[in-house]
């Protein structure tokens, strides 16, 4: 199986993802239970972290798993798992600026979106390493 990219790589985003069956996403301690709902836990999450970008992940679990930053179709098969985001401070600091522009929280969720994708294809077994050839 290729490297996980959460463990093996640097990455510029948090993914908190939650399941019962799977152990998914970077480690953190947040307790989703004393959250209403995923839209309350995304509001606490921004302010918790300070964030400069906020994205939610979705998992399609169905003869294997599929990871995207957007909902899937099939509302048996699939559902939200959690959020990946980077905070402002850490935003700045990667993009060498002091504060985050709309130009660098735009860039800042194109880096998460990747970084999902990138996840997703860990999940599937994808080679991480074929941009190279």
């Known amino acids: 199986m ?3 990219p959460r463990t093996e790589s640097e990455n510029l985003g948090l993914m908190i993802c939650f ?3 799977y152990n998914l996403g970077d480690w953190h301690n947040i307790d989703h ?3 209403t709902g995923w839209a309350h836990m995304g509001q606490q999450l921004k302010k918790q972290f300070d964030a400069a970008a906020i994205l939610p992940i979705f998992l399609y ?3 294997g798993l599929t990871m995207a ?3 899937f ?6 559902g939200q798992v959690g959020f ?3 905070s402002k401070h850490d935003a700045a600091k990667h993009f060498g600026v002091t504060y985050c522009t709309k ?8 880096i998460l979106t990747a970084e999902v994708e990138e996840y997703n294809n860990y999940l599937n077994g994808d080679d991480n390493d074929t941009d190279d050839e």
Do not use: E, M
């Not at 179709?73 to 699939?78: A, G, H, N, R, V």
């Not at 130009?103 to 194109?110: E, G, Q």
């Open 19 to 21: 399941h019962n069956k």
């Open 33 to 35: 239970q004393k959250y």
């Open 69 to 71: 930053t957007a909902p």
């Open 61 to 63: 679990d169905h003869g």
């Open 2 to 4: 290729s490297f996980n």
């Open 103 to 110: 130009k660098i929280r735009n860039a800042a969720r194109a």
């Open 84 to 86: 990946i985001l980077v």
């Open 73 to 78: 179709y099939c509302q048996w098969d699939s």
